[in-house]
């Protein structure tokens, strides 16, 4: 399996699904269930790479605008989310985070009202597990899976994400969309 490979079942399985994380994830864990345990592997492992290139401050301070807030664990699944967007979704949000601002699910949000449902989808990052459990009956693991180590988080050019006027500078398009009043200087 190769990038156009892994993102074309992607693609699929947001067609086929309409792009709800959990029946997308079943999409995709059916789907690669089978194939075979090289392809899962492989699926494994530009799956790593996908998540370790989008591990950046820039593209989580978007998802913090985004969610109304993001932890850790939020930005994983934030990221999760995005990878079920799709190849171009993918590529123009790490490329520009500010981009996202042009997506429908983010167009329909509004500012100043709390996030009761964060764009999130940790389902999608256990898709390769389920599939090498379902295709062998045994457990994914690190002995089996080897990963790089991953890159960190750069954090030379880090910034308060509470700061308005520093997120409304780095996220122009995002910020005219879900901004926060400035008087106040963290998110509702």
């Given at each position: 399996m190769d990038h156009k490979q892994f993102w074309a079942l992607i693609e699929t399985a947001k067609a086929a699904t309409g792009g709800g994380c959990r029946a997308q994830t079943t999409h995709l864990t059916t789907a690669l269930s089978k194939r075979s345990v090289d392809e899962v592997l492989a699926w494994d492992r530009i799956h790593g790479e996908l998540m370790d290139a989008s591990y950046r401050l820039v593209l989580?301070?978007?998802?913090?605008?985004?969610?109304?807030?993001?932890?850790?664990?939020?930005?994983?699944?934030?990221?999760?989310?995005?990878?079920?967007?799709?190849?171009?979704?993918?590529?123009?949000?790490?490329?520009?985070?500010?981009?996202?601002?042009?997506?429908?699910?983010?167009?329909?949000?509004?500012?100043?009202?709390?996030?009761?449902?964060?764009l999130e989808c940790e389902d999608i990052l256990g898709v390769a597990y389920r599939a090498y459990e379902a295709l062998t009956g045994q457990q994914l693991t690190a002995e089996v899976a080897p990963r790089p180590p991953w890159r960190g988080l750069d954090l030379s050019e880090d910034w308060d994400f509470d700061d308005a006027a520093e997120m409304r500078r780095r996220y122009p398009r995002l910020w005219a969309l879900l901004g926060w009043e400035e008087a106040s200087s963290a998110p509702p």
């Amino acid at each position: 399996m190769d990038h156009k490979q892994f993102w074309a079942l992607i693609e699929t399985a947001k067609a086929a699904t309409g792009g709800g994380c959990r029946a997308q994830t079943t999409h995709l864990t059916t789907a690669l269930s089978k194939r075979s345990v090289d392809e899962v592997l492989a699926w494994d492992r530009i799956h790593g790479e996908l998540m370790d290139a989008s591990y950046r401050l820039v593209l989580w301070g978007a998802a913090y605008l985004i969610n109304g807030g993001c932890s850790d664990d939020g930005f994983d699944y934030f990221r999760g989310w995005l990878l079920g967007q799709g190849h171009a979704t993918w590529q123009a949000a790490l490329a520009d985070p500010d981009s996202l601002a042009g997506h429908p699910q983010i167009r329909m949000r509004r500012p100043y009202q709390e996030v009761t449902e964060p764009l999130e989808c940790e389902d999608i990052l256990g898709v390769a597990y389920r599939a090498y459990e379902a295709l062998t009956g045994q457990q994914l693991t690190a002995e089996v899976a080897p990963r790089p180590p991953w890159r960190g988080l750069d954090l030379s050019e880090d910034w308060d994400f509470d700061d308005a006027a520093e997120m409304r500078r780095r996220y122009p398009r995002l910020w005219a969309l879900l901004g926060w009043e400035e008087a106040s200087s963290a998110p509702p």
